[in-house]
């Protein structure tokens, strides 16, 4: 993303800026070919409401930017027009009330920043720069979100400017549906929302990470240990393990487990990890580091200066699986084995989803998720490359029950993202909503 300069102005394609603009938008350096006929840059929320008049007059179909950081680049279409969020990013908190508004350009580092000033949290996303908009829509697989829920189950209402013009709230009692849909549609919601009114919690008092390395030749031992211990780690611990060329501490092909707690206290948080200190593995690790106290706001730009690197182009895709381990190793391997350099790399993640949610389109979860982030940099990628996270993730197909919309690569491979009956419910919704497909839909679809 290149920094917000200035005022936002309207640029068809064609004048001088339009590829800056377009291209700028993306976290992912990839340039996808597709090119919008217009680029509105939002400035305030008279703007935006002026843009989707003039896309209603002109018969232009609408793409959404906020903060950029679609893997994807899901805003990023052929013909119609673009309409980049990113200024509307403000911050306004009641500390009185527990509850914060906020623009959708607001990025997750800047608002974790200002909550912490007065011993607030919201689940915001795990990288600095990732816009709100796009993350809250999703779901928001946000800091915490396994004790604390989606992020979007602590938004409690938004103001959205619908296919007909209009400018309406939604919350739980004003225009449920709308929130309904809000609250998971990710890519394919039929609105452009202006601003999202969010429950605040209070801070956990204790922050810190524990991290273990080891050489990726003791992946089935390692991989097979973390999908038994799992189901049995304490919520409040996020459980990662990452496939990587330049392993933290060992500058070699490693899997490194990344545990973040957010506690009430060190004890507690000492307690919680201590199953990574007693484990029958730990002895073929390279190194543990002990639970270190850390803000959020550190691990968020730790993680963008290793894993995340921007400049990078990327393809990410994922899956939800609630099979057992074992008949995945080979697979594991492989993925490992053909895995291009840092800062391409694997997660698995431990998440073991509560038995029921409230009712949203966010709908489809399961015990363990991968996903793999191909990041390339350079010119010296190969077809293979290129392909990693797709290919690997088409392969394992079937033993997956579909994808998070976070981490979605619907343009090249359609796999499920939510439940039947909530997809069902959210097309009717959009044909209500938006009969002349105003706003762009999901990339791709499984028939
Ligand atoms: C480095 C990195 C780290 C990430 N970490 C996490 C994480 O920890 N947890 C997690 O859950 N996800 C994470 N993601 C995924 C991220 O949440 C999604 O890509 C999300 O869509 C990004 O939001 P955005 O506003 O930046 O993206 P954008 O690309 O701007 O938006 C994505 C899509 O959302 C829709 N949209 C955006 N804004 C609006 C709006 N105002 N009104 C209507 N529709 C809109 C559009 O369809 C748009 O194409 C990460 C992604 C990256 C690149």
Request: glycine share 10%; net charge neutral; proline share 6%.
């Amino acid at each position: 993303m290149t920094p917000k300069f200035g005022r936002g102005r309207t640029i068809a394609r064609g004048e001088d800026g339009f590829e800056a603009a377009l291209l700028g938008t993306s976290f992912n350096a990839h340039d996808p070919g597709r090119r919008p006929a217009l680029i509105v840059q939002a400035n305030d929320e008279a703007e935006v409401l002026a843009a989707v008049a003039q896309a209603r007059a002109a018969g232009l179909a609408i793409g959404i930017c906020s903060g950029g950081h679609s893997w994807s680049q899901n805003h990023i279409r052929d013909g119609g027009m673009l309409l980049d969020m990113s200024r509307l990013d403000s911050i306004a908190i009641d500390a009185g009330n527990s509850t914060a508004i906020i623009g959708p350009g607001c990025l997750a580092g800047d608002l974790d920043a200002a909550l912490a000033k007065q011993k607030l949290f919201f689940p915001v996303a795990h990288a600095y720069t990732v816009g709100m908009g796009g993350f809250l829509l999703q779901g928001g697989f946000g800091w915490n979100s396994r004790a604390t829920g989606m992020a979007c189950q602590s938004v409690i209402g938004i103001d959205v400017v619908l296919a007909d013009g209009s400018l309406v709230h939604a919350s739980e009692t004003e225009n449920p549906q709308l929130l309904w849909a809000a609250r998971g549609a990710g890519p394919g919601f039929f609105g452009v929302v202006v601003r999202f009114h969010l429950k605040l919690r209070p801070r956990p008092r204790y922050v810190g990470m524990k991290a273990q390395v080891f050489r990726i030749r003791h992946l089935e031992a390692v991989m097979s240990w973390a999908d038994r211990v799992g189901p049995d780690v304490a919520p409040f611990v996020e459980f990662q393990l990452v496939f990587n060329r330049k392993a933290m501490g060992i500058f070699a092909h490693g899997i490194e487990i990344l545990t973040p707690v957010l506690a009430d206290s060190h004890r507690e948080a000492r307690a919680a990890v201590a199953f990574i200190d007693n484990s029958p593995v730990r002895r073929l690790a390279s190194f543990t580091l002990p639970l270190l106290p850390l803000s959020l706001g550190m691990m968020m730009k730790a993680g963008e200066r290793t894993l995340f690197l921007p400049n990078t182009r990327w393809t990410a895709d994922s899956m939800w699986m609630n099979t057992p381990i074992d008949p995945l190793l080979p697979a594991l391997r492989r993925i490992a084995d053909t895995q291009p350099g840092a800062p391409s790399h694997a997660l698995w993640l431990n998440w073991n989803a509560p038995p029921s949610r409230p009712d949203m389109a966010f709908s489809l979860e399961a015990r363990t998720y991968l996903a793999l982030y191909g990041g390339l940099r350079g010119s010296t990628s190969t077809p293979r490359d290129e392909s990693w996270a797709t290919d690997h993730m088409r392969a394992l197909q079937a033993d997956s029950i579909g994808i998070q919309l976070a981490d979605e690569n619907l343009g090249r491979r359609p796999a499920a993202f939510m439940a039947p009956a909530n997809l069902a419910r959210l097309d009717a919704l959009r044909a209500h909503h938006d009969p002349e497909g105003r706003f762009n839909p999901y990339m791709g679809r499984v028939a």
